[in-house]
């Protein structure tokens, strides 16, 4: 979500956008059953037992994927904070 300025006022206007990247869109009521879909994949994929494999997963890393691969190093190698 953005705040920005409407065109030709100074009114602000929130924006909300998905995707990623290059691939951001704002979302409209055009949209919406496409960014209502891939909530949908992507909350299935994103979890601690999805599958490591799948793009989705593996897009960008959460904080409790970070935690679990920080726990195994410090487990394996000494001296790692």
């Known amino acids: 979500m953005r705040q920005g300025f409407a065109a030709n006022t100074f009114a602000r206007e929130d924006e909300i956008s998905f995707g990623a990247g290059a691939n951001e ?7 919406e059953p496409l960014c209502r879909d891939l909530f949908s994949r992507l909350f299935l994929s994103r979890h601690g037992d999805g599958t490591h494999t799948d ?10 994927w970070r935690h679990g691969c920080a726990a195994k190093l410090r487990s394996c190698c000494r001296g790692y904070a």
């Open 55 to 64: 793009p989705l997963f593996r897009l960008q890393p959460e904080r409790w």
């Open 25 to 31: 869109t704002p979302l409209t009521t055009e949209n």
